[in-house]
């Protein structure tokens, strides 16, 4: 059995069918890992959504920011904004077995046999696993549940943007949702810092990328997309996968059941441009 993982796909099915076409995947045998971000922007979100969906237990996602915002509209009141391709979806006569599918699908996902953790924009360097895991499951919990509604319309929110053990209610659920969907750099002193995407090398001084930081000891390689500017893919302790399949760069496999981890690319048309709201 191979399995393989993948990088966001924000709506583009077409490179993906093309690249398990490559890899000759095997839905009888192999598993596919996504990191999340399955739909928005790109062209076929609702596409995409329906055939992960369809893979059953071939296929396992975590959430990205983009999902979550898909649920935040489509439950929580949220307004759509103006770069999103979510109408197809929202407007589906299959919608709500869609949207049910989506919100029990979890944050974190993590198989020993192949020593990796998936998560869409990482691990913050303050968890050990159990702890990640522990979060992750108290947000699922509440997205699987009746309380969604009141949850959406809360989970947006820079802070806390500090991990404390003591966190509670909403503070703690929303520092998870930031950690592990939209982290990418902190400070010096471990708060998470938002503002900016660029890559490592153009970052303001004193601003760390996560997996730069000390970080408590996983067990595993964490498999993170969410940063198509990071341009690279191999890390200390992490593989980066989102290596901008919709900004017209390349949608990347990487086999996670090798030691040596082989990465596949398949080159992407543009879809949309980069900008400060992307």
């Known amino acids: 059995m191979a399995v393989y993982a993948v990088g966001d796909l924000q709506g583009c099915l077409e490179p993906l069918q093309r690249l398990l076409e490559t890899l000759d995947f095997n839905p009888a045998h192999d598993r596919l890992w996504l990191v999340g971000d399955l739909v928005n922007r790109g062209p076929q979100s609702l596409e995409a959504l329906r055939f992960v969906r ?11 920011n983009h999902d979550l915002h898909l649920l935040a509209v489509a439950l929580g009141g949220k307004k759509a904004k103006g770069k999103d391709t979510l109408g197809p979806i929202l407007e589906a006569p299959d919608r709500d077995e869609l949207i049910d599918w989506l919100r029990r699908q979890p944050l974190v996902h993590h198989d020993p046999s192949v020593s990796a953790v998936l998560a869409h924009a990482g691990i913050p360097p303050a968890w050990d696993l159990g702890t990640a895991q522990a979060c992750a499951r108290e947000v699922e919990a509440v997205l699987a549940g009746a309380d969604i509604h009141d949850f959406l319309a809360e989970m947006y929110g820079d802070h806390p943007d500090r991990w404390d053990a003591g966190l509670q209610g909403l503070d703690r659920l929303r520092y998870t949702v930031n950690g592990l969907t939209r982290m990418r750099y902190l400070t010096q002193d471990g708060r998470m810092e938002f503002r900016y995407k660029c890559a490592p090398e153009q970052a303001p001084a004193g601003l760390i990328p996560w997996f730069e930081m000390a970080r408590k000891p996983l ?13 690279r893919t191999r890390l200390p302790g992490a593989i980066a996968l989102d290596t901008g399949c919709l900004w017209g760069g390349r949608l990347t496999a990487v086999r996670l059941d090798q030691s040596d ?12 441009k980069p900008g400060p709201k992307n």
């Open 54 to 64: 369809d893979m059953g237990e071939t296929a396992i996602t975590v959430l990205g």
């Open 219 to 231: 067990g595993a390689t964490v498999v993170f997309g969410h940063w198509s500017t990071l341009g």
């Open 261 to 272: 981890q082989p990465m596949t690319c398949q080159s992407c048309a543009s879809y949309a």
